[in-house]
Structure formats: structure tokens, C-alpha cells
């Protein structure tokens, strides 16, 4: 297997810097298009043929170092029944929100042999024919809250906030559960065979340092702490996280993501030493010309100045819209880089 991202995951020397995409499997893919058709994603995700030709589509097309699981995070509580479907083009939906203690019932736990076989068994299929390693995931405790609270995305998160402050205790149990389900399911994943696990705590950037560290940070740190012994390279990943970064860090991973807007110099400073960094090419520029993307490539690569532990990615997911061919020049252009260019 070509280990070249495990290696920088890791902080050792690599001979090129690896790289991969966030949502690299997805709808800028006309050959995902063609697989997926309509219908919920979740059915998608529930068919191992389906997932695992997915999961493929993007190595076939970018020569990228690492497979993502096409999963999403809301696949566990949808399997325990909580009542949550994923809307096109919206996102998660839960049109009975979680609103009180007696909520906690519909989120028991999870026992990944019987809820998500079709997971296990996708991962199981990956690993057979994949020469790079297959990244398992999971959402973080908070950003699954957010849409089991709010119902839907939000900008404000104005009713998750609202729990955390009005009733402590019942957001704590809340964050117990997720926490439970989130270790189930990284844990099946590693066992299945996903040699690196990400936690997406995409919207933990709406929250101020002070907030993070008492509503979150615990229950992230549970996680992290629990995946140790299972000695897989673990990333943490938010967007608008630059004043909670060296949080982020202290809840325990290997790898912490970066979005765009800290400098990728910067973001190491605020994690600290011993870690390694992925990203943060900002996705939105990736509509542009190849002069301007391939300079802000180069940025990031000499802002990293040759440091070890630097995975190449975007700041957040590929949107819809992005140009396919564009991912590959920026693919080739990383792996031809070297530092004293
Ligand atoms: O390629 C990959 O990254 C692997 C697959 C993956 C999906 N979702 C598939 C998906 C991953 C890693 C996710 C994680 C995920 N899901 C996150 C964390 C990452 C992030 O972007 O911050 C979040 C917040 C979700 C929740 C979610 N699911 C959203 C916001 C959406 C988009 C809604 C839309 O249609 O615009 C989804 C749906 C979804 N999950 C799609 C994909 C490829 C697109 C819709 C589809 O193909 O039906």
C-alpha cells in the first residue's frame, strides 16, 4: 500500500506532500451523478455496490493518496431510528427535532454489527482493492446535535446554543450519547479495516473559545482518548475554527484540519508541536483562473516550508460546481512540488 498519507498523518518524511479532498466524492463528478440519480443518499450509502463504486470514482480520476468512506455523518443516528433524512441540496433534516430529555430514548446505542452492516461491509470491500489507505468518519457530538436540534442546517445555531445554556445537564446526556455512538461507529470502522478515522465537527466554529472548551472539548477528548489504543491516525476537522485551533488540538488527535482562513504557518503555531496539519486551499477559488489557484497552491506549500506533517486538502468540501480537471492539475502540482522549488 502506498503509505505516503499515513507517513505525513504521522509526522514522518515523505517524499511528496500527500493530498485528498474533502467530499471528493460527490456531485462535481459526472460519473457520480450518473451512479446516484435521485433519491435519498441514504439509500445510496446503504448499497455496498453503490458506496464502494463511489468511493472509487475520484482515485480513479485524481491519483489522490487517500479514499474517503462515502457515508455521511448522519448515517448512525439515522440507523438507530432518531428520525433524520438527508434533503437535496439542503442537508440533514430531522422533522422531529430533539427538544427535551425525554428525546434521549431515540438515541440509543449503537451496535455497528446490526445498524450499519452496509458500512462494514463497504469498508470490508474497499480494502481489498484499494493500494491507499481508506479514511473512516464520523460526525463530531456538536455538529450532530446542531441538526438534531435545530431540525435542519442553521446559520445561528440559535436553539443548540440555547440547550447548552438553559439546561447543562441535558446537554451534557445528549453529548454522552453521541459521544457513545461516535466511538461505536469509528471503532467498527477501524475494525472493518479504515486505516485513518476523521471527526467532522464542521460547525464547531460558531462557538467562542470559552464555550468550546466547556460544552465541547470534554466530549470530543472522550472520543479521541477512546481511539488511542486502536494506534490509526486520527483528524480533527471544523470550519471557522482559528480562535479554537489549539482546543482542537488539546482534544487529542494526530492531524488537525485547517479551513482558509488562518494561514496554514500560522495554524501550526496555534495547534503546536507534535501535530500534523491538513489543508487549506479555500475551495471557493477553485471557480477561478489556474494562474491564481496554482500561486495560492504554491503559497500553502511554501508556508508549510517543508515541514513534516502537512497533508494537502481544501479548506472544507468540493462543491458541486468544481470542474473535476481542476482537482487533478492541483493533485499533480502537489505531488510535483518540492520544497527548494
Ligand atoms: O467524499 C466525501 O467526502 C465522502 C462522503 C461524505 C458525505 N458527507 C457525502 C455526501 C462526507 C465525508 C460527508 C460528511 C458530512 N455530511 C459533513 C461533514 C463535512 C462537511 O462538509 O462539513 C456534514 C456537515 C454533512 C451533512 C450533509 N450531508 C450536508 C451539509 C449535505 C449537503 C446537502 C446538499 O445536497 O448540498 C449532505 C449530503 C451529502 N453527503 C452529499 C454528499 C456527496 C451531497 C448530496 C447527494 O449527493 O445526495
Redesign the pocket.
Known amino acids: 500500500m502506498n503509505d505516503t498519507f499515513l507517513k505525513a498523518c504521522r509526522g514522518e518524511p515523505v517524499e511528496y506532500t500527500p493530498v485528498w ?7 462535481s463528478l459526472p460519473e ?1 451523478r450518473a451512479l ?1 440519480k435521485e433519491g ?2 441514504l439509500n ?1 450509502i446503504k448499497d455496498p455496490d453503490i458506496s464502494t463504486e463511489i ?1 472509487l470514482q ?1 482515485i480513479r480520476r485524481y491519483g489522490v493518496d487517500a479514499a ?7 448515517v448512525p443516528v439515522h440507523a438507530i431510528g432518531f428520525g433524520v433524512d ?7 433534516v430531522a422533522i422531529d427535532p430533539f427538544r427535551s430529555s425525554s428525546d434521549l430514548n431515540r438515541l440509543r446505542s449503537l451496535n455497528p454489527q446490526v445498524d450499519t452492516p452496509y458500512v462494514l461491509e463497504t469498508i470490508q470491500r474497499l480494502v481489498d482493492v484499494l493500494e491507499i489507505p481508506l479514511i473512516g ?1 464520523a ?1 463530531a457530538p456538536f ?1 450532530v446535535a446542531s ?1 438534531l436540534i435545530e431540525g435542519g ?1 442553521s446559520r445561528s445555531y440559535q436553539k443548540t446554543k440555547a440547550m447548552m445554556f438553559s439546561d447543562k445537564s441535558l446537554w451534557d446526556s445528549l453529548m454522552e450519547r453521541l459521544t457513545d455512538i461516535t466511538i461505536e461507529s469509528l471503532v467498527s470502522q477501524i475494525e472493518a479495516g479504515a486505516s485513518a478515522v ?1 471527526l ?1 465537527d ?2 464547531a466554529g460558531s462557538l467562542s473559545p470559552a464555550q468550546y472548551e466547556q460544552f465541547v472539548l470534554p466530549h470530543s477528548q472522550r472520543i479521541f482518548e477512546a481511539l488511542s489504543e486502536h494506534s490509526v491516525p486520527r483528524i480533527h ?1 471544523g ?1 471557522g475554527t482559528g480562535e479554537i485551533l489549539h482546543l482542537m488540538s488539546a482534544a487529542g488527535a494526530d492531524v488537525v484540519g485547517v479551513d482558509w482562513r488562518v494561514p496554514i504557518d500560522e495554524a501550526r503555531k496555534r495547534i503546536g508541536v507534535g501535530k500534523s496539519v491538513q489543508g487549506n486551499l479555500d475551495p471557493s477559488i477553485l471557480g477561478g483562473d489556474w494562474e491564481l489557484i496554482s500561486e495560492e497552491v504554491i503559497d500553502i506549500l511554501k508556508r508549510n516550508a517543508g515541514q513534516h506533517g502537512h497533508i494537502f486538502n481544501l479548506g ?3 462543491t ?1 460546481e468544481v470542474n473535476p480537471d481542476v482537482l487533478k492539475r492541483i493533485v499533480d502540482l502537489v505531488h510535483n512540488f518540492r520544497t527548494a522549488s
Open positions: 479532498f474533502m467530499r471528493q466524492a460527490g456531485r457520480y446516484r435519498s443518499i445510496a468511493t475520484p474517503i468512506l462515502y457515508s455521511d455523518i448522519v438527508i434533503k437535496p441540496g439542503v442537508g440533514p468518519f460526525g455538529t441538526y442546517p476523521q467532522f464542521s460547525w476537522f470550519v472544507h468540501g468540493v458541486p
